[in-house]
Every structure is written in C-alpha cells, then in structure tokens.
C-alpha cells in the first residue's frame, strides 16, 4: 500500500485515474485531510486529500516514477507500506488487475 496526499479532489482524482489507467495498483481510496507540518522551518496547515493506493510490490517503482512525475508538489508524500496478509482471493485481485500489459509500454496520463 502506498499513501500519498495532494491538495484537493481534482488533483487526486486526475493522479487516482492516471494509476490506475496505468495499472499501477488495482484500487485507489481518497479521503479529505486537514494536514499539520512543518515546511521551510514554519508550520503549515493545510486542506489535502490522502490517496490509499493499494498495489503489488512489483509495481511499486513504477508508481513512485509515476506518482513524482505527475503529482503537483515538490516534494511530494510517497510512503510505502508493507501488506503483510490478508484475503488470498483478495491479494490475488492485486497481483492479476495489476499485471503490466508488457504490450503497451506508454504510460497514460
């Protein structure tokens, strides 16, 4: 799983669509935020929403490669956590919606 946030809904949409276009992961949850953090030495307080964006580890570099090329900050949250179980019919929806398409090689915004 991999959490990102972005600053509004259009934003997490367009970046949630071009995932999964992409099949960078098999699913993506949104959910509004208020973050608190410090940027540039002074604390920030700001309207996001976070991207719960559940993938294999086998996509995981290409859904940071795409995730820094099209995300909107400079340095945007790309935290990857470790899916340690859960429902083998599940898991193996991830493993087989996110099979590369090793045809294509473009990757769709």
């Not at 294999?56 to 995300?71: C, G």
């Not at 956590?81 to 083998?88: A, E, F, N, S, V």
């Not at 398409?101 to 915004?109: A, F, I, L, N, T």
């Amino acid at each position: 799983m991999v959490i990102t946030t972005v600053p509004d809904r259009e934003e997490a949409e367009n970046l949630a669509e071009g995932i999964l276009n992409n099949r960078l992961a098999a699913c993506v949850q949104m959910t509004d935020i208020r973050s608190f953090f410090l940027w540039e030495k002074s604390l920030q307080k700001e309207e996001e929403v976070a991207l719960c964006i559940k993938t294999t580890e086998t996509r995981y570099t290409e859904l940071e490669a795409y995730i820094e090329q099209y995300h909107p900050y400079d340095v945007p949250e790309i935290i990857k956590l470790p899916i340690t179980g859960g429902l083998p019919g599940y898991l193996g929806w991830l493993d087989t919606t996110t099979a590369s398409d090793k045809g294509s090689g473009d990757v769709v915004r």
